[in-house]
Antibody
Framework: QVQLVQSGAEVRKPGASVKVSCKAS????????VHWVRQAPGQGLEWMGL????????NYAQKFQGRVTMTRDTSISTAYMELTRLTSDDTAVYYC????????WGQGTLVTVSS | QSALTQPASVSGSPGQSITISCTGT?????????IAWYQQHPGKAPKLIIS???NRPSGVSHRFSGSKSGNTASLTISDLQTEDEADYYC?????????FGTGTKVTVL
C-alpha cells in the first residue's frame, strides 16, 4: 500500500518561493502520475499540474505556468512542487495525489504567505 | 474554463436521494469519460467515490452512483445518511489537463 508523505507547514513572505516535497513509501512511484492540488481556506480544490515520475514529463495548469516547477528524485521516491513569486492568494493547503483509481493522497502541506 | 460548475449546496433528509450536477463543456466532460467524484470531510483529504463516470471503487457504498449526459455529469446519493454530510467535487480530464468542479456542500437535515 502506497503512502504519500508530505513535508511540513511553511510560512513565507510575499515574493518568496516555497518547495513542498511528497515522498512515496510502499511501492515507490510505479504506475501513477503525481498531481499537485491546492485548496485555499474555505475554498475548493484547484489542480496545479502533474509530473510523470518515470519520465519527468510535466503538464502545468495554465494559471501556474511560469511560476510552478514540478520535479522528482526517483532514487528517493520523492516528488517536489516549487511555487515562486508568492502572494497572499497562494495561502493554501497543497496536496500531492495520484488522482486515479489508486486514490493516493498526501496529508497536505499548509503554506501561509504573510508579511 | 477555470472550474466545472456545481451547485453551491444541496440538502436532504435522511433516507432521501439527492443529485449533484457538474456542468462543463465539450473540452472536458463532454469529451472524456474520465469523470470522477470526490467526497471531502472537514480537515481531511478528499476521497474518491466515483471514477470513470460511474465506477465505484472497492469499499465505496452502493448508495453513490454517477452518470453523464453530454457536457453534464451527475452524482446521486441514495438513502442519504448523516455521514454523507460533506463537500463533493467533480473532476474531469480536459484537453489541457485536469479540472475540478466548484464544489457542493451536502447538508443532511
Amino acid at each position: 500500500q502506497v503512502q504519500l508523505v508530505q513535508s511540513g507547514a511553511e510560512v513565507r513572505k510575499p515574493g518568496a518561493s516555497v518547495k513542498v516535497s511528497c515522498k512515496a513509501s510502499g511501492n515507490t512511484f510505479s504506475g501513477y502520475y503525481v498531481h499537485w492540488v491546492r485548496q485555499a481556506p474555505g475554498q475548493g480544490l484547484e489542480w496545479m499540474g502533474l509530473i510523470n515520475p518515470n519520465s519527468g514529463d510535466t503538464n502545468y495548469a495554465q494559471k501556474f505556468q511560469g511560476r510552478v516547477t514540478m520535479t522528482r528524485d526517483t532514487s528517493i521516491s520523492t516528488a517536489y512542487m516549487e511555487l515562486t513569486r508568492l502572494t497572499s492568494d497562494d495561502t493554501a493547503v497543497y496536496y500531492c495525489a495520484s488522482l486515479d483509481d489508486f486514490d493516493y493522497w498526501g496529508q497536505g502541506t499548509l503554506v501561509t504567505v504573510s508579511s | 474554463q477555470s472550474a466545472l460548475t456545481q451547485p453551491a449546496s444541496v440538502s436532504g433528509s435522511p433516507g432521501q436521494s439527492i443529485t449533484i450536477s457538474c456542468t462543463g463543456t465539450s473540452s472536458d466532460i463532454g469529451g472524456y469519460n474520465y469523470i470522477a467524484w470526490y467526497q471531502q470531510h472537514p480537515g481531511k483529504a478528499p476521497k474518491l467515490i466515483i471514477s470513470e463516470v460511474s465506477n465505484r471503487p472497492s469499499g465505496v457504498s452502493h448508495r453513490f452512483s454517477g452518470s453523464k449526459s453530454g457536457n453534464t455529469a451527475s452524482l446521486t446519493i441514495s438513502d442519504l445518511q448523516t455521514e454523507d454530510e460533506a463537500d463533493y467535487y467533480c473532476m474531469s480530464y480536459t484537453t489541457t489537463g485536469t479540472l475540478f468542479g466548484t464544489g457542493t456542500k451536502v447538508t443532511v437535515l
